[in-house]
């Protein structure tokens, strides 16, 4: 994807104003329940830094909790396979797929999956994928991708909804969100009774144990993984931590940064493919471990930070630039600052430079991230790179040179007329402004010339 494009699909989204108006309403809900999760905590900066310092000790030791991970995972009794990139991910996820000659798989909330474009994948070996989770079956019956990392379908309105599920299923043209909602529930529920393969993302993989853990609020994760005899994870290999006591802090960090609740609603542990004696759960588990440009990210002494990221969706709702132009605009997995912050190692700078520069700095993800990313630090050492890497526009060297002198010289500003500013920066009221603005007008004489007329 191009700047240029990407500035052109922003233009047009910034100025829908039923677009604002959807995402407004749905995003202020979120910061109102929000506010209230976080005021339950007596010290939430005490939560923040105990949360932030056991992300850091992960990649401080990385290595040695991945495989401390490995090892009793697998003494569980899963099978743990390690993907360097979405092609191998998807080529293992493929070969279990016509191993169990798998004609239905379910799936859980998981923007990993994302990244392999999994959905698409399974139709390709003739094997319907369906997205569990209410939000990403709305998207997927709509043909769409999440729009954002928490709430997928954030950005269409209970008449939308009703709309869509009218044309699609037939239901009637102004149902309610209760009852489309019992509708989904009573299609899935044959849905998990019929399925061969279940397939979960993990919001933490704990080293000690070799557990998977799954966070949701809607209990489809647990059904997708109760009846199917295959349960697949895809997991980032940033999802660890160290031990399992510590699952009571980030659980709850997590869910009022997140959400607004005290606690989301199923936390829920899996341990491997049922053994003897037991009833339920799947026959085998693959816990699939997935790279796809994380070390990249670890490598990079100033980005490494943005792998203590919980995927809470708190930086989405804060930030100025993702509620003006949408999750659509940026056309990655991960939208917004995180995914501004990462997307550049994960798909490359060359294409995806650009998104380092859709943020004002303004500093509001920073201070709303649970774990403590210095998301502007690592956005302003982005757009170094892109410029070292010469992936700016020439026009723009052009300007920041001419910039750079005028700026060297004493009055150097002063030295150029009112008019000829103004005649500089009229392109600007036909491009980046956008129709609704005007570049301001520019004096005839600076403010130190005319301080000198007045002495």
């Given at each position: 994807?191009?700047?240029?494009?990407?500035?052109?699909?922003?233009?047009?989204?910034?100025?829908?104003?039923?677009?604002?108006?959807?995402?407004?309403?749905?995003?202020?809900?979120?910061?109102?329940?929000?506010?209230?999760?976080?005021?339950?905590?007596?010290?939430?900066?005490?939560?923040?830094?105990?949360?932030?310092?056991?992300?850091?000790?992960?990649?401080?030791?990385?290595?040695?909790?991945?495989?401390?991970?490995?090892?009793?995972?697998?003494?569980?009794?899963?099978?743990?396979?390690?993907?360097?990139?979405?092609?191998?991910?998807?080529?293992?996820?493929?070969?279990?797929?016509?191993?169990?000659?798998?004609?239905?798989i379910v799936k859980s909330k998981s923007m990993t999956t994302e990244e392999i474009e999994l959905n698409q994948l399974a139709r390709e070996?003739?094997?319907?994928?369906?997205?569990?989770?209410?939000?990403?079956?709305?998207?997927?019956?709509?043909?769409?991708?999440?729009?954002?990392?928490?709430?997928?379908?954030?950005?269409?309105?209970?008449?939308?909804?009703?709309?869509?599920?009218?044309?699609?299923?037939?239901?009637?043209?102004?149902?309610?969100?209760?009852?489309?909602?019992?509708?989904?529930?009573?299609?899935?529920?044959?849905?998990?009774?019929?399925?061969?393969?279940?397939?979960?993302?993990?919001?933490?993989?704990?080293?000690?144990?070799?557990?998977?853990?799954?966070?949701?609020?809607?209990?489809?994760?647990?059904?997708?993984?109760?009846?199917?005899?295959?349960?697949?994870?895809?997991?980032?290999?940033?999802?660890?931590?160290?031990?399992?006591?510590?699952?009571?802090?980030?659980?709850?960090?997590?869910?009022?940064?997140?959400?607004?609740?005290?606690?989301?609603?199923?936390?829920?542990?899996?341990?491997?493919?049922?053994?003897?004696?037991?009833?339920?759960?799947?026959?085998?588990?693959?816990?699939?471990?997935?790279?796809?440009?994380?070390?990249?990210?670890?490598?990079?002494?100033?980005?490494?930070?943005?792998?203590?990221?919980?995927?809470?969706?708190?930086?989405?709702?804060?930030?100025?630039?993702?509620?003006?132009?949408?999750?659509?605009?940026?056309?990655?997995?991960?939208?917004?600052?995180?995914?501004?912050?990462?997307?550049?190692?994960?798909?490359?700078?060359?294409?995806?430079?650009?998104?380092?520069?859709?943020?004002?700095?303004?500093?509001?993800?920073?201070?709303?991230?649970?774990?403590?990313?210095?998301?502007?630090?690592?956005?302003?050492?982005?757009?170094?790179?892109?410029?070292?890497?010469?992936?700016?526009?020439?026009?723009?060297?052009?300007?920041?040179?001419?910039?750079?002198?005028?700026?060297?010289?004493?009055?150097?500003?002063?030295?150029?007329?009112?008019?000829?500013?103004?005649?500089?920066?009229?392109?600007?009221?036909?491009?980046?402004?956008?129709?609704?603005?005007?570049?301001?007008?520019?004096?005839?004489?600076?403010?130190?010339?005319?301080?000198?007329?007045?002495?």
């Open positions: 994807m191009s700047g240029k494009q990407f500035h052109k699909d922003a233009n047009a989204i910034a100025f829908d104003l039923r677009h604002r108006k959807t995402i407004d309403f749905n995003i202020g809900r979120y910061d109102a329940a929000v506010a209230k999760g976080k005021a339950r905590y007596r010290d939430l900066e005490t939560a923040r830094n105990a949360a932030a310092a056991i992300k850091r000790e992960v990649l401080a030791n990385w290595e040695k909790y991945l495989l401390e991970f490995e090892d009793n995972c697998t003494a569980g009794g899963s099978t743990v396979l390690w993907a360097r990139n979405s092609k191998e991910a998807g080529d293992m996820i493929r070969t279990i797929i016509r191993a169990e000659n798998a004609r239905l070996e003739g094997c319907e994928s369906l997205e569990t989770d209410l939000g990403e079956f709305i998207v997927q019956v709509a043909g769409e991708k999440p729009y954002h990392i928490v709430t997928p379908a954030m950005h269409k309105s209970k008449e939308d909804i009703a709309a869509l599920f009218h044309e699609k299923f037939g239901t009637p043209a102004h149902e309610g969100p209760v009852e489309l909602t019992r509708y989904v529930r009573e299609l899935l529920r044959k849905k998990y009774i019929q399925a061969d393969i279940g397939i979960t993302g993990a919001n933490f993989l704990v080293a000690e144990t070799g557990s998977v853990s799954v966070t949701e609020n809607e209990g489809n994760a647990l059904l997708s993984t109760a009846f199917p005899k295959i349960h697949i994870v895809l997991a980032g290999i940033e999802k660890l931590i160290p031990r399992l006591e510590q699952l009571g802090l980030l659980y709850q960090v997590l869910a009022s940064h997140g959400t607004g609740q005290q606690i989301t609603a199923y936390n829920t542990l899996f341990n491997g493919p049922r053994r003897d004696g037991e009833t339920g759960g799947p026959e085998k588990t693959y816990v699939i471990l997935l790279d796809n440009g994380r070390t990249k990210v670890y490598a990079d002494d100033e980005s490494w930070e943005a792998l203590a990221c919980i995927r809470c969706g708190a930086c989405l709702n804060a930030c100025p630039v993702y509620k003006t132009i949408g999750g659509y605009t940026y056309n990655t997995t991960y939208s917004g600052p995180i995914g501004s912050v990462l997307t550049p190692f994960l798909k490359g700078f060359k294409d995806f430079s650009h998104l380092s520069f859709a943020s004002t700095l303004c500093g509001k993800c920073v201070e709303v991230c649970p774990v403590k990313i210095p998301l502007t630090d690592i956005l302003l050492s982005n757009r170094r790179k892109a410029v070292e890497q010469g992936l700016r526009p020439a026009a723009e060297k052009l300007v920041m040179k001419g910039y750079q002198y005028l700026a060297s010289q004493p009055g150097g500003f002063s030295k150029v007329s009112g008019n000829i500013k103004n005649i500089v920066t009229l392109p600007l009221n036909y491009s980046g402004w956008g129709p609704q603005r005007v570049m301001p007008g520019f004096a005839k004489e600076s403010f130190s010339q005319q301080m000198k007329k007045k002495k």
